[in-house]
């Protein structure tokens, strides 16, 4: 035949896979022939069998942005002539939505990090030959039920002024809000997010304003003045804009009697038990807007 450095055939009996056999001699012009050269090839048509079902494990996470993972393990498959084989995992949640889709792993298992969140997650799996074949699918695996408990973290300081707000989820832990306090222990600081609300005092002790900055967008929510008559309240003035306005008004007898607000001017009264607690507010039509309730001690129960 012509000089040539490929060749393609058909094979002699391809009724069966296996491994095939090819015998290379190259002759020169002249007719000398070198050694043969020997070499094989597999023919694998065949497909894996299907892996075992998929056990899903949870154990905790090294990211911090996921607490939880998934380690999903399952039997191997076999093939008859590929001895090394891959596998293709799929991963979907509980409504059948595909979050992982034929993800390829040299092992038995697969690690899946739930940055969805909470959820039951299913995995299947199947294996991929070395020539490319892929086998069918195993049985979805069970639900694995991602289930992060939150709790509350409060923070005091050495004067029992609560410093900080946490949520723990998982055992990942979040800072919700941050108090600080003037050497009086009055509140002067509190932030949530980029939101700052600050308060300032007189020299009696008196909060006489409150600002609430947004630090993102370096912006001014609201800022409220209070104006007295001795210890007590009379006014809440909004400074927000550029014309004052009275958004709160209180009048007194022996206690405080009444609050109207500027704006809608709806007024709620105020009643008291013999403690001289506040147990119930009404409006002008003596209608019931709020109600407390109060344990021995004097604590708020419920309103």
Partial sequence: ??????????????????????????????????????????????VPSIPGKPVGTKELSYRSEVPINIRFTWSPATDSLSSTLNYLVTITDGNGTILVEDALTHDTSYTFYPIQG?????????????????????????????????????????????????????GQVETLSVLTYDASDKLKTYTEDSLVTTMVYDGDGRRVRKTLEDTASFTVESDISYLYDGRRILYEVD?????????????????????????????????????????????????????????????????
């Fill in 1 to 46: 035949m012509p000089y040539s450095n490929t060749l393609s055939w058909i094979l002699a009996d391809p009724t069966y896979d296996g491994i095939k056999y090819v015998f290379v001699v190259y002759r020169d012009t002249t007719g000398h022939e070198s050694i043969p050269f020997l070499d094989s090839i597999i023919l694998d048509r065949g």
């Fill in 118 to 170: 909470a959820g039951t997650y299913y995995a299947k799996v199947r294996a991929l030959d070395m020539a490319g074949n892929i086998g069918g699918y195993s049985p979805l695996s069970d639900g694995v039920d991602i289930v992060l408990q939150k709790s509350i973290i409060r923070e005091y300081d050495a004067n029992s002024n609560m410093i900080g707000v946490k949520e723990d989820v998982g």
């Fill in 239 to 303: 400074e927000t804009g550029f014309e004052p306005s009275v958004i709160a008004s209180y009048t007194y007898g022996i206690n405080l009697i009444a609050r109207e607000e500027g704006i809608s001017g709806s007024t709620a009264y105020y009643f008291y038990n013999g403690h001289g607690d506040v147990t119930g507010l009404v409006d002008i039509y003596g209608v019931l807007i709020g109600s407390f309730d109060y344990e021995a001690f004097g604590d708020v129960l419920e309103e």
